[in-house]
């Protein structure tokens, strides 16, 4: 069977799905965390496969880190499918209830997107949070990961597909695509699929977006910030802008460019340079940044770069108002942060900043779903229809109206023989 056969069947077992009770859904996900627990050396052996063969090819090891699927991921996986199953159930809640007119009622209800098609980068651990979130929320998902942990994905799939179905969820539900050709057939079943998630880099997405006429959610960049502000806490300030860039540097929340106050560049930079130099993090700034402290000069084109690595850029701005101009003309409306102790600053940052997500004293990397207690997350959403930030549960279901009555029709209110009275009940 193809793809889009594959597809076409998944389309009528949506309804299906969606229809099952939360009790199944829940239980679903906690046998599929007891089953990966159950498999756990199995699904360790195949990413060892791949790790070596990521070894053979010389992927860069910032890269590689991003295969890796270890005990302690493991671990954040069955804690993650746990947490998910706790959460409240994101169907059927009653957004709208009005009387119409007396017998005639409209429901606002929420109900699953239907069928998802997600293409993410190579790491295991997103082919359980994507999934897992996808049956919470009642939608089929069509799973793409990377070749470069094709092994890992497969046996991943196939232990979470066979516990989900012994759970009592249809069969079919889920689907692993694993050959790349099947993604340019994806792109063509605009029938059969509601809703396109890619993740990965800026060219794939912008590559799926510009072929296909299904919905896509996403974001191409993660080009986030933290600006310094004069009345920071430089210590503070340091500690957060390491673990913006340290503590997962391929992540898209990482940090790429440091603003700094230019009223505190000389007392600041050094400090920075220093923690840079300790980390091993490249500075790259622009020449007033240069004369500060040494670095590689950089353009001002140069700071739309989502370096992904060991790499920030640094440029010197007057005030925080400067500082929003240049987050929203070359950021990527991701995530950005500002270190400051004036509140007066932070409020016009947080308001200001035209990103999903604007911090204040913390770490960029907190832009993540399970952080944000959503039970992990299909991706992060830049764009402002629908959802926005990291996608969870409530980015995952959509609305109809139901309409009740007995025998009303529209001539009666178009003749003036009945009227609407609108209350909410």
């Keep these: 069977m193809n793809i889009r056969e594959s597809v076409r069947n998944m389309k009528t077992v949506s309804p299906v799905l969606a229809a099952s009770s939360a009790e199944v859904r829940n239980e679903a996900l906690i046998k599929i965390a007891e089953a990966l627990a159950a498999h756990a050396e199995e699904i360790f052996a195949a990413n060892r496969k791949d790790l070596a063969a990521a070894d053979e090819k010389g992927i860069a090891p910032a890269v590689k880190k991003r295969l890796l699927y270890s005990e302690g991921k ?25 009387e119409l007119d ?19 980068e190579a790491r295991p651990d997103a082919l359980v949070q994507i ?71 800026n060219a794939f997405v912008r590559y799926i977006m510009d072929h296909t ?24 300030a340091i500690r957060v802008i390491i673990d913006a860039k340290t503590q997962y540097t391929a992540a898209c929340n990482a940090v790429e460019t440091i603003l700094v106050d230019r009223a505190i560049a000389g007392e600041f930079l050094p400090k920075l340079a220093a923690a840079f130099e300790a980390a091993g993090i490249k500075m790259r700034g622009t020449s007033e940044v240069s004369e500060i402290t040494p670095c590689e000069v950089m353009g001002e084109e140069d700071f739309a770069t989502e370096y992904l690595d060991l790499i920030a850029s640094v440029k010197l701005v007057d005030g925080v108002a400067e500082a929003v101009r240049h987050i929203n003309y070359f950021g990527s409306h991701h995530t950005d942060s500002v270190m400051t102790e004036n509140e007066e600053t932070a409020a016009y940052f947080t308001q200001m900043v ?28 830049t764009g402002k229809i629908h959802a926005r930030g990291p996608v969870g549960l409530e980015g995952l279901v959509t609305y109809k109206y139901r309409l009740t009555g007995d025998g009303h029709i529209v001539g009666d209110y178009a003749s003036g023989r009945r009227t609407f009275h609108h209350r909410d009940l």
């Design 354 to 381: 035209d990103s999903a997500g604007v911090y204040v004293n913390v770490s960029t990397r907190f832009a993540d779903g399970f952080r944000y207690g959503f039970g992990a997350e299909v991706g992060i959403s």
């Design 213 to 236: 006429k299904i919905p896509v959610m996403g974001h191409a960049d993660g080009i986030c910030h933290i600006f310094v502000d004069k009345d920071a806490d430089q210590d503070k």
């Design 131 to 201: 999934s897992s979130l996808c049956l919470k929320s009642g939608n089929c998902a069509v799973l793409k990961g990377g070749k470069e942990t094709a092994e890992t994905n497969r046996v991943l799939f196939e232990v979470i597909y066979r516990a989900a179905v012994a759970a009592g969820l249809p069969e079919g539900c889920l689907l692993l695509a694993e050959q790349h050709s099947e993604i340019d057939e994806l792109l063509t079943c605009d029938k059969e699929v509601d809703l396109l998630i890619p993740r990965g880099s």
């Design 102 to 120: 007396e017998g005639l009622r409209l429901t606002r209800v929420t109900c699953p997107i239907g069928v998802i098609g997600v293409i993410f």
């Design 74 to 98: 493991m671990q954040d996986s069955v804690a993650g499918l746990r947490q998910l199953a706790s959460l409240p159930d994101p169907l059927g809640k009653v957004t709208l209830d009005r």
